[in-house]
């Protein structure tokens, strides 16, 4: 079957067998091997993606059914080589090691940032919480949650219209 | 790399539509809402169906909490994290909450619906639970028309409902009473994680006696709702030694196995102490003076 899906604000039509799942169709058809695939049980969160905005499995979706949403991948993060905050989160407080874990963790960021008024109120309970359903073997958390505190601090600086 | 084996694809975009497709496709068709329980199954080739029906585009025709009259109406597609949020039930009918925070974890909570929830009726399924003990009503609706189904006539037994081939569930209509409330209890091992054990407690009481009393216990065999602890609390005057005893009696009627999430003896304990517990709570938050 032929699908469209948006991925990063533009629309890639393939053709595919139905039951391609989103995250090879990101990776294989598209090329976006930024989104990593790890327990393919729908565990742990290394193929989450933003699907309108909100964080999903992209194991746990089929590529037809993306075809109604926007997608946002970990490639859509950094916008005309300029690194979105969570990025430079990650950077400034070491949230990663291998890096397994580290597309899926920072769109869940980015979503839990764009959800709130006011990023710097959030707890680190919070913020523990918006990621608990990923898993990183690595950095035991508390680097991940001190880095998407740092983006919280640095917002993206408005561009003058 | 796991994927489900081959099948043909079918997007819904009206409930109308979804049900012309049941009606054609018959038994050779599923559903697919998240996706979050019927991909993993398909992967693991538990499911092979010829079809898929996706209704993915129906989650705003389908997606809604409502107060009406004397109930609260949820559409079967609302998703996991909309029940969370809902200031209404968290005010009428709180054992949702209580339930939610405890199901799966935010990214499956973003997709995941109750009507593919209740519908899958995994006996460890929390939202099952919480439905039967509040003694909700699934509406389920073909083309030829709609049927009301008490939960305990939708819930044929793990796995298996009272929805036909070609019917599907639209909505969940949940009881109101002034003088009612609820709570859940879960004991898991880790975020996300399938309760060792659960349960649901919902009670009314009129004249200072319990009127109407709704038990539910998770994962500890394939009846969900414990009539042994309903009818141990039916009439009485609530009190601490009352809802222990009736969570016992429960708890004694149950039927665990042991597995990898614990043994039978500990999951009858635990079973019952969350009875008592979620007892406890809806009393409370009624404002009862308890003895
Ligand atoms: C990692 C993980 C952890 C989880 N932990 C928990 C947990 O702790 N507690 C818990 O309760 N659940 C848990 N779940 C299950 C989760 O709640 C699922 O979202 C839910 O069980 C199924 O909802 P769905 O919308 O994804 O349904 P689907 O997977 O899309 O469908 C499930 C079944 O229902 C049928 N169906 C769907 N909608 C309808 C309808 N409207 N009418 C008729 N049939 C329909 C489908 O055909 C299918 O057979 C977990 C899931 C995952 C992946
Ligand atoms: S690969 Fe999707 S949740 Fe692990
Ligand atoms: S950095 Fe290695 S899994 Fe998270």
């Given at each position: 079957m032929q699908v469209t899906v948006n991925v990063n604000g533009r629309d890639h039509t393939r053709e595919v067998e139905p039951r391609t799942l989103l995250v090879h169709f990101l990776r294989d058809d598209l090329g976006l091997t930024g989104t990593h695939w790890g327990c393919d049980t729908s565990n742990c969160g290394a193929c989450v993606v933003l699907m309108d905005g909100e964080p999903a499995k992209s194991c746990t979706v089929l590529a037809a059914t993306a075809a109604g949403h926007e997608i946002r991948t970990v490639?859509?993060?950094?916008?005309d080589g300029v690194l979105d905050p969570v990025q430079q989160g990650f950077t400034e407080e070491h949230g990663?090691?291998?890096?397994?874990?580290t597309a899926g963790m920072m769109l869940t960021a980015r979503a839990l940032l764009d959800s709130v008024p006011d990023p710097t109120s959030l707890t680190d309970a919070e913020i523990r919480d918006a990621i608990s359903g990923q898993i990183c073997r690595c950095t035991g958390y508390a680097t991940i949650v001190r880095s998407i505190r740092w983006a919280a601090e640095h917002p993206k600086e408005e561009q003058p219209a | 790399m796991q994927v489900p084996a081959p099948f043909e694809y079918e997007r819904a975009t009206s409930v109308e539509e979804a049900l012309k497709l049941l009606a054609e496709l018959g038994a050779d068709a599923r559903l697919l809402a998240g996706g979050y329980s019927l991909l993993p199954m398909m992967k693991l080739r538990l499911a092979t169906p010829k079809w898929i029906v996706d209704i993915d585009p129906l989650a705003a025709e389908l997606g809604y909490v409502e107060e009406d009259g004397d109930a609260i109406r949820i559409g079967a597609m609302t998703t996991h994290r909309d029940l969370l949020e809902s200031e209404l039930l968290a005010g009428r009918a709180p054992i949702f909450r209580d339930a939610e925070r405890e199901i799966a974890d935010p990214v499956v909570r973003n997709r995941g619906t109750i009507g593919g929830a209740l519908c899958q009726a995994d006996p460890s399924e929390d939202l099952s639970a919480v439905c039967t003990a509040l003694g909700a009503e699934i509406v389920v609706r073909s083309l030829a028309g709609e049927r009301v189904l008490h939960m305990e006539d939708f819930y044929?037994?793990?796995?298996?409902?009272?929805?036909?081939?070609d019917e599907m569930a639209v909505e969940i209509r949940v009881p109101l009473h002034d003088r009612s409330s609820s709570a859940y209890e879960k004991i898991n091992r880790r975020v996300g994680d399938w309760a060792v054990a659960a349960a649901g407690a919902a009670l009314t009481i009129e004249d200072g006696v319990i009127a109407d009393a709704g038990i539910a216990l998770v994962a500890?065999?394939?009846?969900?709702?414990s009539t042994a602890a309903r009818e141990a609390l039916l009439g009485r005057e609530p009190a601490e030694a009352l809802f222990e005893e009736a969570a016992a009696a429960g708890a004694a009627a149950c039927t665990p196995i042991t597995d990898q999430r614990g043994t039978a003896a500990y999951k009858r304990h635990a079973v019952g102490v969350l009875a008592a517990r979620a007892l406890g709570r809806a009393a409370e938050r009624l404002a009862l003076e308890v003895a």
């Amino acid at each position: 079957m032929q699908v469209t899906v948006n991925v990063n604000g533009r629309d890639h039509t393939r053709e595919v067998e139905p039951r391609t799942l989103l995250v090879h169709f990101l990776r294989d058809d598209l090329g976006l091997t930024g989104t990593h695939w790890g327990c393919d049980t729908s565990n742990c969160g290394a193929c989450v993606v933003l699907m309108d905005g909100e964080p999903a499995k992209s194991c746990t979706v089929l590529a037809a059914t993306a075809a109604g949403h926007e997608i946002r991948t970990v490639e859509g993060l950094e916008v005309d080589g300029v690194l979105d905050p969570v990025q430079q989160g990650f950077t400034e407080e070491h949230g990663l090691q291998c890096g397994f874990c580290t597309a899926g963790m920072m769109l869940t960021a980015r979503a839990l940032l764009d959800s709130v008024p006011d990023p710097t109120s959030l707890t680190d309970a919070e913020i523990r919480d918006a990621i608990s359903g990923q898993i990183c073997r690595c950095t035991g958390y508390a680097t991940i949650v001190r880095s998407i505190r740092w983006a919280a601090e640095h917002p993206k600086e408005e561009q003058p219209a | 790399m796991q994927v489900p084996a081959p099948f043909e694809y079918e997007r819904a975009t009206s409930v109308e539509e979804a049900l012309k497709l049941l009606a054609e496709l018959g038994a050779d068709a599923r559903l697919l809402a998240g996706g979050y329980s019927l991909l993993p199954m398909m992967k693991l080739r538990l499911a092979t169906p010829k079809w898929i029906v996706d209704i993915d585009p129906l989650a705003a025709e389908l997606g809604y909490v409502e107060e009406d009259g004397d109930a609260i109406r949820i559409g079967a597609m609302t998703t996991h994290r909309d029940l969370l949020e809902s200031e209404l039930l968290a005010g009428r009918a709180p054992i949702f909450r209580d339930a939610e925070r405890e199901i799966a974890d935010p990214v499956v909570r973003n997709r995941g619906t109750i009507g593919g929830a209740l519908c899958q009726a995994d006996p460890s399924e929390d939202l099952s639970a919480v439905c039967t003990a509040l003694g909700a009503e699934i509406v389920v609706r073909s083309l030829a028309g709609e049927r009301v189904l008490h939960m305990e006539d939708f819930y044929r037994g793990p796995y298996q409902t009272a929805v036909a081939d070609d019917e599907m569930a639209v909505e969940i209509r949940v009881p109101l009473h002034d003088r009612s409330s609820s709570a859940y209890e879960k004991i898991n091992r880790r975020v996300g994680d399938w309760a060792v054990a659960a349960a649901g407690a919902a009670l009314t009481i009129e004249d200072g006696v319990i009127a109407d009393a709704g038990i539910a216990l998770v994962a500890v065999g394939s009846e969900v709702a414990s009539t042994a602890a309903r009818e141990a609390l039916l009439g009485r005057e609530p009190a601490e030694a009352l809802f222990e005893e009736a969570a016992a009696a429960g708890a004694a009627a149950c039927t665990p196995i042991t597995d990898q999430r614990g043994t039978a003896a500990y999951k009858r304990h635990a079973v019952g102490v969350l009875a008592a517990r979620a007892l406890g709570r809806a009393a409370e938050r009624l404002a009862l003076e308890v003895a």
